[in-house]
């Protein structure tokens, strides 16, 4: 089971990016796939979650109506479109999963309960 996380960069304020999380070894069909970021001296936080197998999404609040997940099972991907982007979304964003079986509306943005982690793409937002 592996997941690729790519698409970081530097951007300026405002602007727009979109992120990758290639899985392979496993159908998204069978898992959640959630994107989370870390920020220096910061908690990993949950950004955005999406159930592949009724297409449902989650966001968290700071991010809602800027971000956009989607999934595309035949490549099993699972992209995240960041928009308006602000110096505070810069940080080290991860895609995970977690087992259908185990995923939960209500904890969807817990890490620790997620199987397994990509490697980490950074975005930076900056002038």
């Known amino acids: 089971v592996q997941l690729q996380a790519s698409g970081g960069g530097l951007v300026q304020p405002g602007g727009s990016l979109r992120l990758s999380c290639a899985a392979s070894?496993?159908?998204?069909?069978?898992?959640?796939i959630g994107w989370f970021r870390q920020a220096p001296g910061k908690e990993r936080e949950g950004v955005s979650c999406?159930?592949?197998?009724?297409?449902?999404?989650y966001y968290a609040n700071s991010v809602k109506g800027r971000f956009t997940i989607s999934r595309d099972n035949v490549r099993n991907t699972v992209y995240l479109q960041l928009n308006s982007l602000k110096p505070e979304d810069t940080a080290v964003y991860y895609c995970?999963?977690?087992?259908?079986?185990?995923?939960?509306?209500?904890?969807?943005?817990?890490?620790?309960?997620?199987?397994?982690w990509g490697q980490g793409t950074l975005v930076t937002v900056s002038s």
């Open positions: 995970a999963a977690i087992s259908r079986l185990q995923f939960g509306v209500a904890t969807w943005g817990l890490a620790r309960l997620y199987n397994y």
């Open positions: 070894g496993f159908s998204l069909a069978d898992y959640a």
């Open positions: 999406i159930r592949s197998s009724t297409g449902s999404t």
